[in-house]
């Protein structure tokens, strides 16, 4: 039986989301390719094809939950078409069952052997695996089919990084480049590179070329100042500083998230502060902010974050095992207790929760609940570890005939 490249064929409007989706997927923007995607099946809930990528962009985007209910999906449409065997390849490749997954995305390639996005699922379980020898030959393949995939260039540039082969991956990431000149300056990816190998000189100097390249993007500018800081080149670390508040430093959207990375607590909280006067309900700033005070070891702040946190969204556990644990650094282990118990009937798996909440027992004096407590949250694990056991196996998929 023969299978269409694609289910997109139902008018102009379902090709031009799934159109749209695969350019921002290979230029890597893959919040915006999930978006797509999704449009795409809201349009066409049958579409296989947009299944498949949106799980794997569920993967990217480490969507537990989302990604099961795509795969579920697919599987209820056709649980033998191509399509949906990816599905199922990428939901074992989240579970780190890297045999099972790649037998999956053989099978599929099987079905459909010139298949693009197959191809680069493929690549992608290898670059999960670290198995680069089996990345590179198959990103090459893929780009037999689309040799200008930016996409493609860029992971084997990632591979090639891997085995410290820092030269050919400038040149992968060049080509991605040249095929995509919105995409980040080739010298960006192999400084990230260099700096996550803990080449900090080599990293320097790529960064430095990527800011007299390309000034007016903040990303190498930031990790610059944390190059030349390790390297203890405080001056200069302090130029660069002074560098970012005069170019960026009117755009606290722009660089907040890299004051958080990078651990400069002063100025996160300065940013954040500003984007919550412009967005007092914005549940994500509060998250960060309050974050960004405990960093700073301010509790009461943090504290006072977390409390609106809980006010906007009183049925959201996270939030109250925050606040729990933030009542639990500041000593008072009864709101510790209830908020972490709070937690815990929302979600009985909240593992965090149950940790203060016995921890604030036994400060409290209740040796025999903090250790009932303890035991409940050992019954949790246990079954959480057997589901997963089960998930990773292949048990619960067993009807499916996958």
Not at 289 to 306: C, G, H, K, P, Q
Not at 385 to 395: C, L, R, T
């Amino acid at each position: 039986m023969k299978y269409p490249q694609s289910h997109c064929r139902k008018g102009k409007q379902e090709e031009s989301f799934l159109k749209k989706g695969l350019t921002a997927f290979y230029h890597q923007d893959d919040e915006k390719a999930l978006e797509l995607f999704r449009k795409l099946l809201r349009y066409n809930p049958e579409n296989l094809h947009a299944h498949y990528l949106t799980a794997l962009c569920d993967l990217l985007h480490t969507q537990e939950q989302e990604l099961e209910n795509i795969c579920s999906h697919a599987l209820k449409l056709n649980r033998n078409h191509p399509y949906t065997i990816a599905c199922e390849a990428v939901r074992y490749l989240y579970l780190s069952n890297f045999s099972r997954a790649e037998a999956l995305f053989e099978k599929a390639l099987g079905i459909l052997p010139n298949d693009l996005d197959l191809g680069i699922g493929l690549g992608i379980l290898y670059e999960f695996s670290g198995d680069k020898e089996k990345g590179i030959d198959i990103y090459t393949q893929a780009l037999r089919l689309d040799p200008g995939n930016p996409r493609i260039h860029i992971s084997l540039g990632s591979l090639y990084s891997i085995d410290g082969e820092f030269d050919a991956a400038l040149a992968e990431y060049k080509k991605a480049k040249k095929f995509a000149p919105d995409l980040e300056n080739p010298h960006q990816h192999l400084g990230c590179d260099y700096y996550h190998e803990g080449l900090i000189e080599q990293a320097t100097s790529e960064f430095g070329m990527v800011i007299q390249e390309e000034p007016g993007g903040p990303a190498a500018y930031f990790y610059l100042l944390d190059c030349l800081r390790r390297l203890g080149r405080i001056d200069d670390s302090l130029d660069i500083y002074q560098e970012i508040k005069k170019k960026f430093g009117n755009d606290p959207s722009l660089t907040s998230g890299f004051f958080e990375q990078f651990n400069m607590h002063i100025d996160a909280i300065a940013a954040l502060q500003s984007l919550l006067k412009k967005n007092p309900n914005n549940q994500n700033i509060l998250l960060r902010l309050s974050r960004a005070y405990l960093d700073a070891n301010r509790l009461d702040e943090a504290i006072t974050m977390a409390k609106r946190l809980v006010q906007l969204a009183p049925d959201d556990f996270k939030n109250l095992a925050l606040l729990g644990k933030l009542y639990f650094k500041s000593e008072d282990y009864k709101l510790a207790a209830a908020f972490s118990r709070r937690a815990i009937n929302l979600n009985p798996n909240a593992q965090s929760a149950y940790t203060i909440l016995a921890d604030s027992l036994l400060f409290l004096g209740q040796q025999k609940k903090s250790y009932g407590i303890i035991q409940k949250m050992e019954l949790v694990r246990k079954e959480a570890w057997e589901n997963y056991q089960a998930k990773f196996s292949g048990q619960d998929r067993a009807d499916a005939g996958l």
